[in-house]
């Protein structure tokens, strides 16, 4: 468990967009906010995808709209639900990046390409562009993409893998300081 916890630390970190020790609200606000601003999305399609992050947020992370969530209490709760059923656990875990990469594909090409990759970590508060093109490159885009599949089991590994020899490219990225 203490492997999982390390990578659920880091996992909680990424969702503190603002960087305030604690994921709320306002951390939904800003990444969707930031997301469609980044995206010059306008009208219906920046309100759609800002009630997909909002359900997003709410659904796998917060589990309320006026939920906060301390580092102690994810710990607790992804730990309590990966030793209750592992596999439930990890369908909740390939379910919660289908949604959310299905929303971050915003041309529905079942691919990411850097510019969408960069994005998507900028609406989630990670600036550092040259940790997220070598986050980009450990994930081996072929012709400049990313198949969406790849992306989202990258994520599955990372958050129910209790292997510490399995090459981790999500886990090295926020190593790296992604």
């Not at 607790?76 to 990046?97: H, I, L, P, V």
Request: proline share 2%.
């Amino acid at each position: 468990m203490e492997f999982l916890n390390h990578k659920w630390k880091l996992w909680y970190k990424s969702l503190d967009v603002n960087h305030d020790g604690k994921i709320s609200f306002a951390d939904v606000e800003e990444s969707r906010s930031k997301f469609a601003e980044l995206h010059k999305l306008l009208g219906d399609k920046a309100s759609g995808v800002k009630i997909d992050m909002e359900g997003w947020w709410i659904k796998y992370i917060l589990q309320s709209k006026d939920g906060e969530i301390s580092l102690e209490q994810f710990l607790e709760r992804c730990g309590s639900e990966y030793q209750a059923d592992k596999a439930k656990y990890t369908a909740k875990m390939t379910e919660c990046f289908n949604v959310l990469f299905d929303v971050i594909d915003t041309n529905k090409d079942r691919s990411i390409e850097l510019s969408e990759y960069i994005i998507a970590f900028q609406a989630f508060g990670h600036e550092n562009e040259n940790l997220v093109r070598k986050s980009f490159e450990l994930l081996n885009p072929k012709d400049g993409l990313i198949p969406l599949k790849d992306i989202v089991n990258s994520w599955i590994q990372f958050t129910t893998s209790d292997d510490p020899h399995k090459k981790d490219v999500v886990k090295e990225s926020f190593e790296e300081g992604v």
